[in-house]
T-cell receptor, first 119, second 115 residues
Framework: ETGVTQTPRHLVMGMTNKKSLKCEQH?????MYWYKQSAKKPLELMFV???????ENNSVPSRFSPECPNSSHLFLHLHTLQPEDSALYLC??????????????????FGSGTQLSVL | LAKTTQPISMDSYEGQEVNITCSHNNIATNDYITWYQQFPSQGPRFIIQ???TKVTNEVASLFIPADRKSSTLSLPRVSLSDTAVYYCLVGDIVGRGSTLGRLYFGRGTQLTVWP
């Protein structure tokens, strides 16, 4: 248990469906992230939120829409996805180190992911 | 971001010590070296992090030579449950804007431990 909980664990959806992935962290962190991991590919950073504000959108298609209502919750809204969007979607959180000298041991805490299949 | 190079795969047997070396020739002064472990269908898990010399925790040791152009993750007496992908990440993790998220995971090293 990493303190980051993702639901659902598995999701199968059609290309015309709308669904949402949920992530919740119980660690008091100030930053949350969405990653995509396709089969045999490196982890791809999708979105970054720092203190509820989106600080990075890594050229992600608009069919993926993130939402961060507070620093503990993160959503990824999905609509009109394509089969190539099938992947493991991972949420992570961190206490963003902002002072040099205090960074040692800073780390990303990942959830177990949502395995998404788009039919 | 500093580019890292690590072996695609490694094999070992239970009880042996495993050393995975990562090359990062263009590491910058402010960069830290971090290692993560990932099991199938799970998120990566932090193992160890260092800046220079040697770092040891309950799971592993990290050896960093003086020039910091490489690092070696050492796993003592591996077991079957250590079979996983191991990622070496190098980057400046301090600063505003959640810089941790910009660390590049790459393809990692698939470690397979045999009985």
């Amino acid at each position: 248990e990493t303190g980051v909980t993702q639901t659902p664990r598995h999701l199968v959806m059609g290309m015309t469906n709308k669904k949402s992935l949920k992530c919740e962290q119980h660690l008091g962190h100030n930053a949350m992230y969405w990653y995509k991991q396709s089969a045999k590919k490196p982890l791809e950073l999708m979105f970054v939120y720092n203190f509820k504000e989106q600080t990075e959108n890594n050229s992600v298609p608009s069919r993926f829409s993130p939402e961060c209502p507070n620093s503990s919750h993160l959503f990824l809204h999905l609509h009109t996805l394509q089969p190539e969007d099938s992947a493991l979607y991972l949420c992570a959180s961190s206490q963003d180190p902002q002072i040099r000298g205090q960074a040692a041991g800073e780390k990303l805490f990942f959830g177990s992911g949502t395995q998404l299949s788009v039919l | 971001l500093a580019k890292t190079t690590q072996p695609i795969s490694m094999d070992s047997y239970e009880g042996q010590e495993v050393n995975i070396t990562c090359s990062h020739n263009n590491i910058a002064t402010n960069d830290y070296i971090t290692w993560y472990q990932q099991f199938p269908s799970q998120g990566p898990r932090f193992i160890i992090q260092g800046y220079k010399t040697k770092v040891t925790n309950e799971v592993a040791s990290l050896f960093i030579p003086a020039d910091r152009k490489s690092s070696t993750l050492s796993l003592p007496r591996v077991s079957l449950s250590d079979t996983a992908v191991y990622y070496c990440l190098v980057g400046d993790i301090v600063g505003r804007g959640s810089t941790l998220g910009r660390l590049y995971f790459g393809r990692g090293t698939q470690l397979t431990v045999w009985p």
